[in-house]
């Protein structure tokens, strides 16, 4: 029967807890993750293995027949998605986070299997179904290895002992077989090379590692999609009253209010003469401080969703001072962070776009909406759903599928390279520090830069001799990357 996030919480790791035991299916998923594994680790994450290794591990849960929710199979569906830029992208800035998401999504198929949604996955949850998790991967090897030990014990007596009496006759013949071998091959050199192998330790050792770590890691996710779910936390009653919590946000709106006039008087006359007296031009004033504002609202919004989550609102008069002050909280966080995205526009425009200035804008924009989702759920929307955790997770993935198909390292190259910020100089170290990705771009505007640029990231590309260049480590079909063979092409089109 299958189970669902209501029941009480399951004992981690007991026998007792498995509702579906390992069959045919699951050893089969197994084994296929486990080369997939060992052909990704061995060939490169970033290249077709990876983008395969990803693509097994969701047909193998899909398959499976243990996904009996709605949430697990989306979830599971949605990390294909990720996991094919694996063959595309080769940006260390990008790389990461699609296998990080695959990795995610994956896994919350495999808790969601037989019970919850995502649109009640409250973060006492989350933690509650990680540790859950968690344990139940500890115990993935004795989840494989039960069907093997009792399709071992149903063999026969008979079988048993046509196995002896066949390991008997090997036994007898081996000498045999190695002395005539050993003639053969010494009068035959064409007979002998059937026979060389060449052995090299590290390497088995290598395949095996990778094998079993495939291997245990698709086990482990079986293991959780075969278990009864873990239930709610245990409720309790909210530590911190209504005005203890109240104080602590109307200090909050008042540092924040204060700070929003210390943004309007530095308009002014007097906010750039007091500005002068420091010894700072506004434009040096402006373009101060935005990791430290992008830190105030990240705290912020830990501590509004802490408070959210242990105030004891017991009456509606409490209930309502908590939310309207709250989402005045709320509303001043949001321009702490438009003026932190303000300041690290005024350093784009003076020196440019890097792959950091891009992420760290992108990720204020998104603080941003979760600010949004945050006013809505203290609102009232969603009322009695968890579906803060999950909008705010969908909401990083889109823009990190977005981000997939906008190749940032290009977008950068472009922006260095379009000399329209206020240092016309092109910074040309840093551009050929960028990702393979960028590449394409970069030869695509060679020809509208100045000379001396020009020369200097044709000196970069180009090898003084044949052959400079060290060679690539991963080769052969499943080390294949669109990324890389752009690049290729183009830095060949350059140099030709």
Same mark, same amino acid.
């Given at each position: 029967?299958?189970?669902?996030? &209501?029941?009480?919480?399951?004992?981690?790791?007991?026998?007792?807890?498995?509702?579906?035991?390992?069959?045919?299916?699951? %050893?089969?998923?197994? /084994?296929?993750?486990?080369?997939?594994?060992?052909?990704? %680790?061995?060939?490169?994450?970033? *290249?077709?293995?990876?983008?395969?290794?990803?693509?097994?591990? @969701?047909?193998?849960?899909?398959?499976?027949?243990?996904?009996?929710?709605?949430?697990?199979?989306?979830?599971?569906?949605?990390?294909?998605?990720?996991? !094919?830029?694996?063959? $595309?992208? /080769?940006?260390?800035? %990008?790389?990461?986070?699609?296998?990080?998401? #695959?990795?995610?999504?994956?896994?919350?198929?495999?808790?969601?299997?037989?019970?919850?949604?995502?649109?009640?996955?409250?973060?006492?949850?989350?933690?509650?179904?990680?540790?859950?998790?968690?344990?139940?991967?500890?115990?993935?090897? !004795?989840?494989?290895?039960?069907?093997?030990?009792?399709? =071992? &014990?149903?063999?026969?007596?008979?079988?048993?002992?046509?196995?002896?009496?066949?390991?008997?006759?090997?036994?007898?013949?081996?000498?045999?077989?190695?002395?005539?071998?050993?003639?053969?091959?010494?009068?035959?050199?064409?007979?002998?090379?059937?026979?060389?192998?060449?052995?090299?330790?590290?390497?088995?050792? &290598?395949?095996?590692?990778? %094998?079993?770590?495939?291997?245990?890691?698709?086990? +482990?996710?079986?293991?959780?999609?075969?278990?009864?779910?873990?239930?709610?936390?245990?409720?309790?009653?909210?530590? $911190?009253?209504?005005?203890?919590?109240?104080?602590?946000? +109307?200090?909050?709106?008042?540092?924040?209010? !204060?700070?929003?006039?210390?943004?309007?008087?530095?308009?002014?006359?007097?906010?750039?003469?007091?500005?002068?007296?420091?010894?700072? #031009?506004?434009?040096?004033?402006?373009?101060?401080?935005?990791?430290?504002?992008?830190?105030?609202?990240?705290? /912020?919004?830990?501590?509004?969703?802490?408070?959210?989550?242990?105030?004891?609102? /017991?009456?509606?008069?409490?209930?309502?001072?908590?939310?309207?002050?709250?989402?005045?909280?709320?509303?001043?966080?949001?321009?702490?962070?438009?003026?932190?995205?303000?300041?690290?526009?005024?350093?784009?425009?003076?020196?440019?776009?890097?792959?950091?200035?891009?992420?760290?804008?992108?990720?204020?924009?998104?603080?941003?909406?979760?600010?949004?989702?945050?006013?809505?759920?203290?609102?009232?929307?969603?009322?009695?759903?968890?579906?803060?955790?999950?909008?705010?997770?969908?909401?990083?993935?889109?823009?990190?599928?977005?981000?997939?198909?906008?190749?940032?390292?290009?977008?950068?190259?472009?922006?260095?390279?379009?000399?329209?910020?206020?240092?016309?100089?092109?910074?040309?170290?840093?551009?050929?520090?960028?990702?393979?990705?960028?590449?394409?771009?970069?030869?695509?505007?060679?020809?509208?830069?100045?000379?001396?640029?020009? @020369?200097?990231?044709?000196?970069?590309?180009?090898?003084? &001799?044949?052959?400079?260049?060290?060679?690539?480590?991963?080769?052969?079909?499943?080390?294949?990357?669109?990324?890389?063979? =752009?690049?290729?092409?183009?830095?060949?089109?350059?140099? *030709?």
């Amino acid at each position: 029967m299958t189970q669902t996030a &209501e029941q009480p919480l399951a004992v981690p790791g007991v026998v007792e807890t498995i509702v579906d035991p390992a069959d045919a299916r699951v %050893l089969v998923g197994v /084994t296929a993750a486990a080369v997939a594994t060992d052909l990704a %680790l061995r060939s490169g994450a970033a *290249g077709l293995a990876g983008a395969l290794l990803v693509a097994v591990a @969701a047909a193998t849960l899909l398959a499976s027949g243990r996904l009996h929710t709605r949430s697990a199979r989306l979830a599971t569906i949605a990390a294909p998605l990720f996991g !094919a830029w694996l063959a $595309i992208r /080769t940006s260390p800035w %990008l790389v990461p986070l699609d296998a990080l998401a #695959t990795a995610g999504l994956l896994a919350l198929g495999a808790s969601l299997a037989r019970g919850g949604s995502l649109a009640d996955l409250t973060i006492p949850r989350v933690a509650l179904r990680a540790i859950h998790a968690g344990v139940h991967a500890v115990a993935a090897p !004795a989840f494989v290895a039960a069907p093997v030990r009792a399709a =071992r &014990e149903k063999v026969s007596d008979r079988r048993t002992n046509l196995a002896v009496r066949i390991g008997r006759g090997l036994l007898l013949a081996a000498p045999v077989l190695v002395l005539l071998g050993v003639l053969l091959a010494s009068a035959d050199a064409v007979f002998a090379s059937f026979f060389r192998v060449d052995f090299q330790p590290v390497t088995l050792a &290598e395949h095996v590692a990778a %094998l079993a770590a495939g291997a245990w890691g698709a086990a +482990a996710l079986l293991r959780v999609t075969s278990v009864i779910p873990p239930g709610r936390p245990p409720a309790r009653r909210p530590p $911190i009253g209504a005005v203890e919590a109240t104080v602590v946000l +109307a200090g909050l709106c008042a540092l924040f209010a !204060a700070f929003t006039a210390a943004q309007l008087v530095a308009l002014s006359e007097g906010g750039r003469h007091v500005l002068a007296t420091a010894g700072l #031009t506004y434009a040096e004033y402006a373009r101060s401080g935005f990791f430290q504002l992008l830190a105030v609202a990240v705290i /912020t919004l830990g501590v509004l969703l802490l408070l959210r989550a242990t105030t004891n609102l /017991t009456s509606p008069g409490q209930r309502a001072t908590f939310t309207a002050v709250a989402e005045v909280a709320v509303a001043l966080t949001v321009v702490v962070v438009v003026v932190a995205v303000r300041r690290l526009n005024l350093y784009e425009d003076a020196f440019g776009l890097t792959m950091l200035r891009l992420y760290s804008e992108l990720f204020s924009y998104w603080i941003g909406v979760v600010f949004l989702f945050l006013g809505a759920g203290l609102a009232g929307v969603g009322r009695g759903r968890g579906w803060f955790v999950g909008a705010a997770a969908a909401t990083g993935l889109a823009l990190l599928l977005a981000l997939n198909v906008a190749n940032p390292e290009a977008v950068v190259a472009r922006d260095q390279l379009a000399g329209t910020r206020q240092v016309q100089q092109t910074d040309v170290g840093y551009v050929a520090r960028l990702s393979e990705d960028a590449i394409p771009t970069v030869a695509a505007r060679l020809p509208d830069l100045d000379p001396v640029a020009r @020369a200097d990231l044709r000196a970069r590309f180009c090898p003084l &001799e044949p052959n400079s260049f060290p060679p690539s480590r991963f080769t052969g079909w499943a080390a294949w990357n669109l990324g890389h063979e =752009r690049a290729d092409r183009a830095v060949t089109h350059v140099c *030709g």
